[in-house]
């Protein structure tokens, strides 16, 4: 079975540059996460979806962070403009259930801001 | 201040030996999950707890959940090599509508 599909794996970019994050959760799995690992904080919660609808985007760190979901297999995570602070693991995640049920990870996309 | 307190960061011990990982908060959970990452990958799962006072084995591993759902532990017997990565643990806030992860420990086993 496929898992939760992450893109890129890795991305090195400049400051100042848009950054798009793409993630395909598991079919038939209606929650979707959004992550981010850093050595200094761990794993934060940025952002997660029910149904394709934002329910809560509290960890989203600045306006410079959107993520949207325009339907049940694809979501992307966008910042614009990256900043150096920016780089870190980002993680997709999703669940069967709504709710925060046991979370299927992605490999994560590896972001670097120089 | 994390809101779920995991202890010890870093773990280094020889093949063979025990070794035991918390997760403690003034907070009440709904469930507590665990999860195992290694280099490259992202977490996966290894158990849920959501019963106050529930263990629950996989293999080696011991899962126990405080009998006042704020607190959890992960005890592994007689530790090997592949069990060497990232554990760390994850809460589900009773209150909060939440999923709060704990800081993660290291776990290098030693051969």
């Known amino acids: 079975d496929a898992g939760v599909i992450q893109s890129p794996r890795h991305e090195v970019t400049e400051m100042g540059q848009e950054v798009t994050l793409r993630c395909k959760p598991i079919s038939g799995h209606n929650s979707l996460f959004w992550y981010r690992q850093t050595m200094m904080r761990g794993l934060e919660l940025l952002i997660y979806f029910n149904n394709n609808v934002p329910i809560d985007d509290s960890g989203m760190p600045e306006d410079r962070f959107s993520a949207k979901m325009p339907n049940a297999s694809f979501s992307t995570l966008k910042i614009q403009p990256s900043e150096p602070r920016d780089s870190a693991v980002y993680f997709c995640?999703?669940?069967?259930?709504?709710?925060?049920?046991?979370?299927?990870f992605g490999d994560g996309t590896r972001l670097s801001i120089l | 201040t994390q809101l779920l307190e995991q202890s010890p960061q870093f773990l280094s011990i020889q093949e063979g030996e025990n070794l035991t990982v918390y997760c403690n908060s003034s907070s009440v959970f709904s469930s507590l999950q665990w999860y195992r990452q290694e280099p490259g990958e992202g977490p996966v799962l290894l158990v849920t707890?959501?019963?106050?006072?529930e263990v629950k084995k996989l293999k080696r591993l011991t899962f126990q959940f405080g009998d006042a759902r704020k607190d959890s532990s992960l005890h592994i017997t007689a530790a090997q090599p592949g069990d060497t990565g990232l554990y760390l643990c994850a809460g589900e806030l009773e209150y909060g509508n939440k999923l709060v992860f704990g800081a993660g420990t290291i776990l290098r086993v030693k051969s």
């Open positions: 995640a999703s669940t069967a259930a709504g709710g925060f049920g046991p979370q299927h």
């Open positions: 707890v959501v019963t106050g006072g």
